[in-house]
């Protein structure tokens, strides 16, 4: 059974660190481009970074440049997100999911996603 | 960045009907347009990939339809499990830059 399982969220101070983790399990973890998105309470999706199946090339969105990190251990079948200089606009549940095929494609498998909330 | 309109916001049908949920890109996109739907408190599914094809296991009551700027998921008949939220997505640009449109949210009627 494909899964991928968010964890490491909850409450920070603005300013504050966190650093979300995604375990894969059921597929050829190292094959596979990553990605992060995040859904604001009652909002819309947000793109949020991408790594490529060796971790050589990393996309951000402009919201979170210079403040967070994508990474991935294919030994470990896990990916990562270290945030830094937390805000409260950071707010939202945090989902990893796998690019379809190759560098750029549709998301098709999701984890359940981990909550991270700023308090101001 | 290419914006990505959804309309409507809002569509309130009955079971059995038949839905037309509209995208439309602020630039060409080609055929790189996806369809997810989200159901509360669950995370987003792929529904539609490459504009019209379907994702392994979805129903053939779902199509997709259109290239370039203008999009169209279709649920031929409403079922009682189709009632969610229905984003759009483009992934036509290089080096990536995902963006999302702001959803459709099918309600029953």
């Known amino acids: 059974e494909v899964q991928l399982v968010e964890s490491g969220g909850g409450l920070v101070k603005s300013g504050g660190s966190l650093r979300l983790s995604c375990a894969a399990s059921?597929?050829?973890?190292?094959?596979?481009?990553l990605i992060w998105v995040r859904q604001a309470p009652g909002k819309g999706l947000e793109w949020v970074s991408s790594?490529?199946?060796?971790?050589?090339?990393?996309y951000q969105a402009d919201s979170v440049k210079g403040r967070f990190t994508v990474s991935r251990d294919n030994a470990m079948n896990s990916l990562y997100l270290q945030m830094n200089s937390l805000r409260a606009d950071d707010t939202a549940v945090y989902y990893c999911?796998?690019?379809?095929?190759?560098?750029?494609?549709?998301?098709?498998?999701w984890g359940q996603g981990t909550m991270v909330t700023v308090s101001s | 960045e290419i914006v990505m309109t959804q309309s409507p916001a809002t569509l309130s049908l009955s079971p059995g009907e038949r839905a037309t949920l509209s995208c439309r890109a602020s630039?060409?996109?080609?055929?790189?347009l996806a369809w997810y739907q989200q159901k509360p408190g669950q995370a987003p599914s792929l529904l539609i990939y490459?504009?019209?094809t379907r994702a392994s296991g979805v129903p053939a009551r779902f199509s997709g339809s259109g290239s370039g700027t203008e999009f169209t998921l279709t649920i031929s008949s409403l079922q009682s499990e189709d009632f969610a939220v229905y984003y759009c997505?483009?992934?036509?640009?290089?080096?990536?830059?995902?963006?999302f449109g702001q959803g459709t949210k099918l309600e029953i009627k």
């Open positions: 790594i490529s199946s060796t971790g050589r090339y990393i």
């Open positions: 999911a796998t690019v379809r095929d190759g560098y750029i494609d549709a998301f098709d498998m």
């Open positions: 490459r504009a019209s």
């Open positions: 630039q060409s996109v080609a055929s790189n």
């Open positions: 059921g597929f050829s973890f190292s094959r596979y481009s």
């Open positions: 997505q483009q992934y036509n640009n290089w080096p990536p830059m995902y963006t």
